[in-house]
C-alpha cells in the first residue's frame, strides 16, 4: 500500500516562508518524478512544481518561480516545497503526487496540507 504523507502547512504572514515535506512509504515501485499541487477554495487544483526523481531537475508554475524550491532526499523518499516570500494568494491545501517510472502521469497522492498566508 503506498502511502504519501505531508507535512509542514501551516499559518503564516505575507513575506514569511514554510517548508513542506511529503514522505513516500510503500508500493515497492520505483518513483519516476514527485509533484506537489495545490488547490484553493472554489478553484481547480494547480500544478506548483514538480522534480525528476533521477536527476534532480526541476519544473515550477510561473505563480511560484523564485520563490518556491522543490528538492528530494531519495535515501529517505521524500521531497521538500520550501516556500519563500509567501503571498495570500498562496493559500491552499497543498498535496504531493508520485508518478511511477511505469506511468505517464501522477497516480498516487497526499491527503494534503493546509498552509494560509496571512495579509
Known amino acids: 500500500q503506498v502511502a504519501l504523507a505531508e507535512s509542514g502547512g501551516g499559518l503564516v504572514q505575507a513575506g514569511g516562508s514554510l517548508r513542506l515535506s511529503c514522505a513516500v512509504s510503500?508500493?515497492?515501485?520505483?518513483?519516476?518524478?514527485m509533484g506537489w499541487f495545490r488547490q484553493a477554495p472554489g478553484k481547480e487544483r494547480e500544478f506548483v512544481g514538480d522534480?525528476?526523481?533521477?536527476?534532480?531537475?526541476?519544473r515550477y508554475a510561473d505563480s511560484v518561480m523564485g520563490r518556491f524550491t522543490i528538492s528530494r532526499d531519495a535515501n529517505k523518499n521524500t521531497v521538500y516545497l520550501q516556500m519563500n516570500s509567501l503571498k495570500p494568494e498562496d493559500t491552499a491545501v497543498y498535496c504531493c503526487?508520485?508518478?511511477?517510472?511505469?506511468?505517464?502521469?501522477?497516480?498516487?497522492w497526499g491527503q494534503g496540507t493546509q498552509v494560509t498566508v496571512s495579509s
Open positions: 522534480i525528476s526523481w533521477s536527476s534532480g531537475s526541476t
Open positions: 503526487a508520485s508518478r511511477p517510472r511505469s506511468f505517464a502521469d501522477y497516480r498516487f
Open positions: 510503500g508500493g515497492g515501485f520505483t518513483i519516476y518524478a
